[in-house]
């Protein structure tokens, strides 16, 4: 079966620095997608990967390693803003996005 | 506007009655999609449609049935409701299926 893990949940301090990950095993591999969704609201893209390594986009980056099935979300400098769920998300060998159950990221002053 | 709609924003619905959640977007993406969201579960795809005129289905297809007569509209039905039902529906579209996903407010629907 295909299934995507990620922790249900992480309290970090502002101004401070969170990585959260992301295991997956799917059926074919076309990219891995990290979106966030704040309570009561859509999901927001936020960054993709499909090749190994490190993609940097201002305050968050994400990190891919194929061989090993794992991504990270890596948030620095962490406003109260950020306090959402963040979801990890695959597409695999059909292009249809297998979702993981989502990260609730709880920041505190 | 810009990006998609959902409509309505939420619904309360008596079991086994017929229901319709509508979807458009004007970005002229190909691709279109429903979602179910659920508390502690991964969003779960319903139908999807690649382009106009075709559709196929998803994970959860089981009760619900979509139409694709143009680019910019996607309707989801719901034949008979029944609690199960009870989510939060999303609709999100993107150019091509291997393109990024963006997505609506989404439409919280209770069924008693």
């Known amino acids: 079966g295909q299934n995507i893990d990620q922790p249900t949940e992480m309290t970090a301090t502002e101004g401070a620095i969170v990585q959260i990950n992301c295991t997956y095993q799917t059926s074919g591999f076309n990219g891995l997608f990290w979106y966030q969704q704040h309570a009561g609201e859509a999901p927001t893209f936020l960054s993709y990967n499909v090749l190994d390594g490190l993609e940097e986009k201002g305050r968050f980056s994400s990190f891919l390693s194929r061989s090993k099935g794992y991504s990270y979300l890596l948030l620095k400098e962490l406003q109260m803003k950020d306090s959402a769920s963040y979801l990890c998300a695959v597409r695999d060998s059909n292009y249809q996005l297998i979702w993981g159950a989502g990260t609730k990221l709880i920041i505190k002053p | 506007i810009a990006g998609i709609t959902q409509a309505p924003t939420s619904q309360i619905l008596a079991a086994g009655r017929r229901m319709t959640l509508r979807c458009t977007q004007d970005?002229?993406?190909?691709?279109m999609y429903w979602y179910r969201q659920d508390l502690g579960l991964g969003l779960r795809l319903i139908h999807y449609?690649?382009?106009?005129?075709?559709?196929g289905k998803g994970e959860v297809p089981d009760g619900y049935s979509v139409s694709r007569a143009n680019t910019d509209d996607f309707p989801l039905t719901l034949a008979s409701a029944v609690p199960s039902q009870t989510s939060v529906y999303f609709c999100?579209?993107?150019?091509?299926?291997?393109?990024?996903?963006?997505f609506g407010p989404g439409t919280r629907l209770t069924v008693l």
């Open positions: 449609s690649n382009t106009a005129g075709t559709t």
């Open positions: 999100a579209s993107s150019g091509t299926s291997e393109d990024t996903q963006y």
């Open positions: 970005m002229r993406h190909n691709a």
